[in-house]
């Protein structure tokens, strides 16, 4: 459908669509879209929205201030900051991590600690959940 409408795969991403008319950026996530259009055409975004409602069901959100867990801020004209800390807080709590929390140099020791480094970690740590986690980022 998308084809038809003069859409086509961003060369940046499979998730993102272009334009051939337009400086516009749709970026799918399975039933989220989100539209990013130049700053000097805002008058796509109607446009783009009454195409895909031709064919699908739209509910227009206004401006975005989150996406899939991204935090999405305008920092000036045409600049965006995007930022991950609420999914970041979110894996650290599921790890037990917190501030206080050390970090090691990587890459990381392949041998236990001896008795002079310290005694090697006795809590009970899912290594699956961390990398099911850390994928998500």
Known sequence: FLKSQGFFVSSLSPCGTNHEG???????????????VHPQEIEPIQWILDTLQ????????????????????????????????????KILDVLGLDESSKSVPAPAIDQPPTAKEGTPPTDAWNYLTAIRVLLWL
Do not use: N
């Open 22 to 36: 337009h400086r516009t950026l749709l970026v799918c996530y399975v039933d989220d879209i989100i539209v990013f």
């Open 54 to 89: 031709k064919r699908f069901t739209v509910t227009d959100e206004g401006d975005v201030a989150a996406f899939l867990g991204t935090t999405i801020t305008r920092e000036g004209e045409g600049t965006i900051s995007l930022t991950q800390k609420k999914s970041i807080d």
